[in-house]
């Protein structure tokens, strides 16, 4: 499977024949039924719940964040979220003003 990447200047393709080979030593090995290492949606890999756990391991063991200050965090990261959009639509609106009317 390649993967292009158009960089508007040249095209470059990523080839993925490693993992290919590695799924393919996974499925002719003896036990091989027991790893799943495909991660497609086809195959039933959920990624939603995946990167919330990869998420919060990341807070947790990495940043040495205690788990009870999530609550707080959502409820800032809501703010920020609404302010930075207040601020968009004033910018929309200013430059709407200034050059069309």
């Known amino acids: 499977m390649e993967f292009p990447y ?22 002719s090995a003896e036990d091989g039924d027991n790893f799943n290492i495909d991660m497609s949606q086809e195959k039933g890999f959920d990624w939603d719940p995946y990167v919330k756990d990869f998420m919060l391991g990341i ?10 200050s999530l609550p707080k965090a959502r409820v800032k990261m809501n703010w920020f979220y609404w302010v930075n959009r207040i601020i968009q639509l004033s910018s929309i609106y200013l430059l709407l003003k200034l050059f069309v009317f």
């Open 59 to 68: 807070r947790q063991y990495v940043l040495k964040d205690d788990l009870s």
């Open 6 to 27: 158009n960089n508007c200047q040249r095209i470059r393709n990523f080839h993925t024949t490693t993992v290919k080979e590695l799924h393919q030593a996974v499925e």
